[in-house]
């Protein structure tokens, strides 16, 4: 072993780059600098440029035969692979964003979802499991029927009484569709190809069909839209309109706003939740930030922040390499247990639906939480529902065990509609 040593150290190419100058070393590293940016660089567009030979949607005539099922597989590689944290941010902040129009603010308080914290952070993670279902798992799958099944059970009491209006249903519809786009757009390495915008366009499309959300208000509405590009601008534009006339200062806005922030800083240290707050101001526009009755984050930390997404932006673009598969975001179990129950893989708030493993009551995560005094999967017995989910059960306590059959009846006419079909005919 000491006479390879020896050998290596006595190589005329070590001992080469020991004889080089400063100056030249400095050169050398600035070359390879250069080198490995140019690399990363050129390595950064590999996915999209995949996605684009895997789907061939070139032009805009080919987008209008878009599957939605090819759309769904688009949405989902940019979701678990391209712009994981972002995308599930703008998820996160477009229904969040609902809650700047008062009539739903109200309702939302007048059936008790955000009576309490508890309340608070078990609709998050329910609504959280229902829109993750139909996103994660492919259209025409159970999973995913079952999801829009539960989802159309849970509103139609509210929609056939008035409680909730068909604008309302568009518009929450539309922030879905439009605020991964915009986020993407404000805090991403890069925007959204044409390709993947009329995937996120014609996905959203679909599932408004199959939530039987009514498209009458936008201009082709009746007519038809030309692809999800189209369909896309013609929603956005409404939905601006709709904020003018609707988002407006309301005293409730600021309840739930508050209770929703507590789950949106809910893994921050104590004495680090009111930078939590003030960075969830900072990615409010003005328009909502008034509806919520909010004040603008000290110019000091807005432009912290703004710096802080330059710098991401940046690294993300010319230092960091793809993420590998095996890095993606999973947040649910591939596969039901011998009980028919599905968990989640990835949580934020409240440990809902997380399956009480010894990774996940004594890995660095689970020190972490324990370290703020929060609860961990399995704890308080049955309170945080560790045995997991059935989809079909999902809902606020008071839907438990109600509209079995028919969320299976809903199921079935899904499962004769949605078959991956383009939804522009």
């Given amino acids: 072993m000491a006479s390879v040593m020896s050998q290596i150290m006595q190589s005329p ?16 590293g600035a070359l390879g600098v250069i080198a490995y940016i140019f690399l990363a660089s050129s390595l950064r567009f590999q996915r999209r440029l995949a996605l684009q030979n895997k789907y061939s949607y070139k032009t805009r005539d080919s987008m209008s035969r878009m599957t939605h099922h090819d759309a769904w597989a688009i949405q989902k590689t940019i979701l678990q692979m391209e712009f994981p944290f972002i995308v599930l941010k703008s998820l996160q902040f477009a229904l969040f964003r609902t809650y700047g129009i008062p009539s739903i603010s109200t309702l939302l308080l007048k ?9 608070s952070f078990k609709r998050y993670a329910d609504t959280g499991a229902l829109i993750g279902e139909f996103m994660a798992f492919d259209p025409h799958s159970e999973r995913a029927q079952t999801a829009i099944a539960r989802t159309k059970f849970l509103h139609k009491g509210y929609r056939a009484s008035g409680k909730i209006l068909d604008d309302d249903m568009l518009y929450t519809l539309s922030l879905f569709a439009t605020e991964p786009i915009r986020f993407a757009s404000l805090y991403e390495w890069r ?15 679909s599932l408004g069909d199959a939530l039987d959300i009514s498209y009458e208000k936008l201009p082709s509405g ?5 692809d999800g590009i189209h369909w896309l601008e013609e929603i956005s534009v409404w939905s601006h309109q709709y904020e003018v006339r609707y988002m407006k200062p309301h005293e409730r806005n600021r309840e739930i706003a508050d209770k929703t922030i507590d789950v949106l800083v809910y893994n921050l240290p104590g004495f680090m939740k009111p930078l939590g707050v003030y960075f969830v101001s900072f990615l409010m526009d003005e328009r909502l930030r008034n509806a919520m009755m909010m004040t603008p984050p ?10 802080a997404f330059q710098i991401r932006k940046l690294s993300l673009r010319y230092v960091a390499l793809p993420r590998p598969s095996f890095l993606r975001l999973d947040v649910f179990t591939e596969e039901p247990n011998q009980h028919g129950r599905n968990f989640v ?3 934020e708030g409240a440990p809902f639906y997380v399956q009480p493993t010894i990774w996940n009551r004594w890995g660095p995560v689970a020190w972490f939480k324990w370290a703020l005094g929060q609860p961990l999967p399995g704890d308080d017995g049955d309170k945080y529902y560790p045995q997991g989910y059935r989809t079909a059960e999902l809902g606020p306590r ?10 299976i009846d809903m199921r079935e006419k899904l499962r004769a509609q949605r078959m991956g079909q383009n939804p522009f005919p």
């Avoid at 059936?111 to 309340?119: G, L, N, R, V, Y």
């Fill in 13 to 28: 190419m070590l001992n080469k780059l020991f004889d080089l100058s400063t100056k030249e070393r400095l050169l050398y």
């Fill in 111 to 119: 059936t008790s979802q955000f009576s309490d914290s508890a309340t």
């Fill in 191 to 205: 925007e959204m190809s044409e390709m993947e915008r009329a995937a996120v366009g014609t996905y959203w499309k």
């Fill in 222 to 226: 009746k007519s038809g839209f030309q």
């Fill in 298 to 307: 000290p110019a000091f930390f807005n432009a912290l922040f703004a710096l």
């Fill in 345 to 347: 893989l990835f949580y």
């Fill in 398 to 407: 008071y839907f438990e065990g109600k509209g079995q059959k028919e969320v």
